[in-house]
């Protein structure tokens, strides 16, 4: 079992940035992949950026390539979110995840475990 738990969320006004962290315990990170997903008001959980368990892979949904930047830290057991350039879209429950199944990286499928979320609204 794995606990994930993210942290970092706020309020921003457009054009700002916000680090989310998620940090794990239960077991090591390094074994799974990791990613985030978010869910804004009245829609799906959709795929925001995924890194492969050794750090050497990397995936981005088209909406935030360019602005946001995932690493993980396997010693410290983190996965960190660096979020640029935000926009008011981008405001919605951003959760963390962690699998070790052959999906692919961008489907929720693809996790086992995930976290309860934190918030980020981004305002114009």
């Known amino acids: 079992q794995v606990q994930l738990v993210e942290s970092g969320g706020g309020a921003v006004q457009a054009g700002g940035s916000l680090s989310l962290s998620c940090a794990a315990s239960?077991?090591?990170?390094?074994?799974?992949?990791m990613g985030w997903f978010r869910q804004g008001p009245g829609k799906e959980r959709e795929f925001v950026a995924a890194?492969?368990?050794?750090?050497?892979?990397?995936w981005y949904a088209d909406s935030v390539k360019g602005r946001f930047t995932i690493s993980r830290d396997n010693a410290k057991n983190t996965v960190n979110l660096q979020m640029n350039s935000l926009k008011p879209e981008d405001t919605a429950v951003y959760y963390c995840?962690?699998?070790?199944?052959?999906?692919?990286?961008?489907?929720?499928?693809?996790?086992?475990?995930w976290g309860q979320g934190t918030q980020v609204t981004v305002s114009s």
């Open positions: 239960g077991r090591a990170l390094s074994i799974y992949r």
């Open positions: 995840a962690a699998g070790r199944t052959s999906f692919s990286a961008t489907v929720r499928a693809a996790y086992d475990y």
């Open positions: 890194i492969s368990w050794s750090g050497g892979s990397t």
